[in-house]
Nanobody, 115 residues
């Protein structure tokens, strides 16, 4: 199965930037579409960004479009989420998602944005 480990979360001021990384151990990483989701306290998990296996097509939630960028490096089995102009409402646990025959999830990494 695919194993995923997120990193790069932390505390940042509003307007700042963070880059999240997700390292995958699956042997066929390059064949998987990947996505990022997030979950704030008391709220349902929501979609953030998606990237095809080739890296050539991306899709974003309206709430982050223009501020976040998803990318991948298949040679390194890693997917990234570059987050710019962060807002307090971006505060959440961010999860990496591998979209294969089954969906696989990382453990999550906390992002906190202060006013």
């Amino acid at each position: 199965q695919v194993q995923l480990v997120e990193s790069g979360g932390g505390l940042v001021q509003a307007g700042g930037s963070l880059t999240l990384s997700c390292a995958a151990s699956g042997r066929t990483f390059s064949s998987y579409a990947m996505a990022w989701f997030r979950q704030a306290p008391g709220k349902e998990r929501e979609f953030v960004a998606h990237i095809r296996s080739s890296g050539g097509s991306t899709y974003y939630a309206d709430s982050v479009k223009g501020r976040f960028t998803i990318s991948r490096d298949n040679a390194k089995n890693t997917v990234y989420l570059q987050m710019n102009n962060l807002k307090p409402e971006d505060t959440a646990v961010y999860y990496c998602n591998a979209r294969a025959a089954l969906n696989y999830w990382g453990q999550g990494t906390q992002v906190t944005v202060s006013s």
